[in-house]
């Protein structure tokens, strides 16, 4: 019998792509929606591997299915796999840490714009038979700023092209490059604390861990200018966001464009209309061409690891 291959999650229309890949490959792919780690262990029992989106992967799935060899995560962050317990079992984790870029920071750049130009509030305005400029009271100008990145990563860096032609000043806090590395993209490298101090508009580009939850508190929001944009299509974690909401009301900066929630889908009571906060649900990632990509790659990665070969995208590292 052929080994199984388990889709925990996914939320595509269809997987005919993993099908095909999979099974011209000799593997069996099942697939479930599922949310818990019961649901993950009752219906992935007997998995030679899993591919998954937001199921929790934790020590207690590792533990009740000992036949895993893989686990592929369908994007970049890995903070619903437990790595340590992973590492501990022999179980490869891969990810897909370079398929959206073009995407995600295209995303940043509308949201930018969306905030600053208040387009979504004056469609809700003309819907609402309210046809007139001065809904937009008061909108600022681009032109002049300073734009900081937090983290600069390959998707600040594409961003930070795209924003070329605004006359803006750009700084970046990355604790991971250095001064001369960021300079080649024409960035000034900064303290995290002095990016707060001086960005009118602060994107977000780091991955979730210990020390970035809540990196963006009621403390960071007094510090930053009163006319700062907040942007976040990395993680919703990262933002305290009855903080953000506070500061937006208080006058303390200016708006926020988030692509990512805390909770997603968010319940109705963390979600507020104002005519300076856009959401979307965490589509920045999404073209067809990146989904196509993002399926391929991390379908075949897991492939390549039952198969004994070498994985493009490996997360953690395995004793030979």
């Given at each position: 019998m052929a080994a199984k291959i388990v889709v925990t999650d996914h939320g595509f229309p269809s997987l005919e792509l993993e099908t095909n890949l999979t099974t011209e490959n000799g593997f069996e792919l099942e697939a479930f929606e599922l949310d818990t780690e019961e649901e993950v262990i009752e219906h992935a029992a007997g998995a030679k591997a899993l591919l998954v989106h937001h199921a929790p992967i934790t020590e207690t799935v590792f533990e009740e299915i000992p036949s895993l060899e893989a686990v592929g995560r369908y994007g970049t962050g890995v903070d619903n796999v437990d790595l340590d317990a992973a590492t501990e079992h022999g179980v490869q984790v891969v990810n897909v840490p370079a398929y959206a870029g073009e995407e995600v920071s295209t995303h940043a750049f509308a949201l930018l714009l969306s905030v600053t130009r208040r387009i979504p509030a004056f469609g809700r305005e003309i819907a609402a038979d309210n046809w007139h400029w001065s809904n937009g009271i008061p909108m600022q100008r681009l032109r002049g700023n300073t734009v900081g990145f937090v983290g600069f990563g390959a998707i600040a860096q594409r961003f930070r092209e795209k924003l070329s032609g605004f006359d803006f000043d750009f700084v970046a806090y990355d604790p991971y490059q250095s001064a001369e590395e960021i300079a080649e993209h024409g960035v000034e490298k900064v303290s995290f604390d002095e990016l707060v101090g001086e960005a009118e508009i602060v994107s977000i580009h780091v991955p979730l861990t210990d020390e970035t939850e809540r990196m963006f508190d009621?403390?960071?929001?007094?510090?930053?200018?009163?006319?700062?944009?907040?942007?976040?299509?990395?993680?919703?974690?990262?933002?305290?966001?009855?903080?953000?909401?506070?500061?937006?009301?208080?006058?303390?900066?200016?708006?926020a464009g988030l692509d990512v929630l805390p909770e997603e889908p968010p319940a109705p009571e963390d979600l507020r209309e104002h005519e300076r906060l856009v959401y979307t649900p965490h589509t920045g990632w999404y073209s067809e061409g990146s989904m196509t990509d993002l399926r391929e790659s991390v379908t075949m990665d897991v492939v390549r690891v039952l198969q004994d070969e070498t994985p493009e995208n490996p997360v953690n590292s395995l004793a030979d």
């Open positions: 009621g403390d960071v929001f007094e510090r930053l200018p009163d006319n700062a944009i907040l942007i976040n299509t990395a993680r919703g974690e990262i933002v305290d966001l009855d903080a953000l909401y506070r500061a937006i009301d208080d006058g303390e900066i200016y708006g």
